[in-house]
Nanobody, 126 residues
């Protein structure tokens, strides 16, 4: 089974940008759909962005403030998925998780993913 390891989080100022990385181990990673989720304290885990086996993207419908600021991409040769985040706001503060599923298109619900990383903390100050 695939294993995932996130990195790239940290403490940043409002308006800053970050690139989060998720490195996968496993021979079949290129056939998986992958996604980024986030969860703030006391809040539900929500989809940020997903990308399927053939590059079809799944966009968040949970928070309109995400639109235009979060971009997912993957590099199959490096077994890595990225999340580019721009114009960060304090309300983006959360633990960001990478997830993977053997489905070919990234679903919206956390329960539809089989593999999860441990998460990386992003904290945005005013």
């Amino acid at each position: 089974q695939v294993q995932l390891l996130e990195s790239g989080g940290g403490l940043v100022q409002a308006g800053d940008s970050l690139r989060l990385s998720c490195v996968a181990s496993g021979r079949a990673f290129s056939t998986y759909a992958v996604a980024w989720f986030r969860q703030a304290p006391g809040k539900e885990r929500i989809l940020v962005a997903g990308i399927g086996q053939y590059g079809v993207r799944t966009v968040s419908m949970d928070d309109e403030s995400l639109k235009g600021r979060f971009t997912i991409s993957k590099d199959n040769a490096k077994n890595t998925v990225y999340l580019q985040v721009n114009s960060l706001k304090p309300e983006d503060t959360a633990v960001y998780y990478c997830a993977a599923t053997q489905r070919s298109v990234a679903p919206r619900l956390p329960g539809q993913y089989e593999v999860w990383g441990q998460g990386t903390q992003v904290t945005v100050s005013s």
